[in-house]
């Protein structure tokens, strides 16, 4: 995790990550399950290494995690999330559209399954983001910042 540095005090920890909100024709979502952790649904994405910009990162995290090249249409929002007992973390989401491939479990161990899933219709339990981008994502939202979202 990247250390900021607010002012001239001791740099403080925050989590700079991405996910890339995936349609299809029929408006079905792609997501990913963890295979690790408390294997939740969720966009393809992960952390920003050091080297890379966002769009570089989700264009990389969404090929990792799914063996698809995608195209960025657009920055649907940026997510902070503070949760009572982790360092918080923001996270750059991107409505993409699939440039080719097709997506599959990649052999990384990492992703447990892959689908197209109806919005109205999501397997859980769900990241964190998930629920807050997909709503943003399905009224059309772009480029929004909303308040920071507290986990308990």
């Not at 447990?112 to 059309?140: M, Q």
């Not at 480029?143 to 308990?152: K, R, S």
Request: glycine share 8%; proline share 9%; hydrophobic share 40%.
């Amino acid at each position: 995790m990247p250390r900021i540095r607010h002012d001239h005090s001791e740099p403080s920890m925050l989590g700079l990550t991405v996910a890339a909100f995936i349609f299809d024709r029929a408006g079905r979502i792609l997501l990913i399950k963890e295979n690790y952790d408390q294997r939740r649904y969720g966009p393809p994405g992960g952390t920003i290494e050091a080297s890379e910009n966002p769009k570089e990162a989700v264009i990389r995290e969404v090929m990792e995690e799914t063996g698809t090249t995608v195209n960025i249409s657009e920055l649907i929002g940026v997510y902070h999330f503070v949760p009572a007992n982790r360092e918080p973390w923001m996270t750059f989401a991107f409505r993409c559209e699939i440039e080719s491939g097709q997506a599959n479990v990649p052999d990384s161990g990492e992703i447990a399954e892959i689908g197209w899933f109806d919005p109205r219709g999501l397997p859980s339990p769900l990241t964190n983001l998930a629920p807050y981008a997909i709503a943003d994502a399905l009224r059309g939202a772009c480029g929004i910042v909303p308040d920071t979202i507290e986990l308990l």
